[in-house]
């Protein structure tokens, strides 16, 4: 069974980090794409960064780049959101995706080219 399980959020204040982590069950992890996205109250989901693969290119959204660092761990099949100096707009359910890439294909942050997710971690950015 195809499963993502994230954890790691919590409260934090501004400034702060937090590593938010992504198991994955049930699929080879180095053939997905995989992406992270958030989504606070009231507002759209918003994509936040995707991952290729292990050796593959990532992206990230313009309102996290230089903050925010995925990666992955394929021995322990993880994704991990790096997230330093986190700023009272980064609040929100942050939710992995997971999608079966193809060769040459590459990972996106449209939300809806996604095939699979998770359950969604809340980080909560206060004073």
């Known amino acids: 069974q195809v499963q993502l399980v994230e954890s790691g959020g919590g409260l934090v204040q501004p400034g702060g980090s937090l590593r938010l982590s992504c198991a994955a069950a049930g699929f080879t992890l180095d053939y997905h794409a995989i992406g992270w996205f958030r989504q606070a109250p009231g507002k759209e989901r918003e994509g936040v960064s995707c991952?290729?693969?292990?050796?593959?290119?990532?992206y990230y959204a313009d309102s996290v780049k230089g903050r925010f660092t995925i990666s992955r761990d394929i021995a322990k099949n993880m994704v991990y959101l790096q997230m330093n100096n986190l700023k009272p707009e980064d609040t929100g359910v942050y939710y992995c995706a997971g999608r079966q890439r193809l060769i040459g294909s590459s990972c996106s942050l449209v939300g809806g080219w996604y095939g699979f997710w998770g359950q969604g971690t809340q980080v909560t950015v206060s004073s």
């Open positions: 991952s290729e693969s292990s050796a593959g290119r990532t």
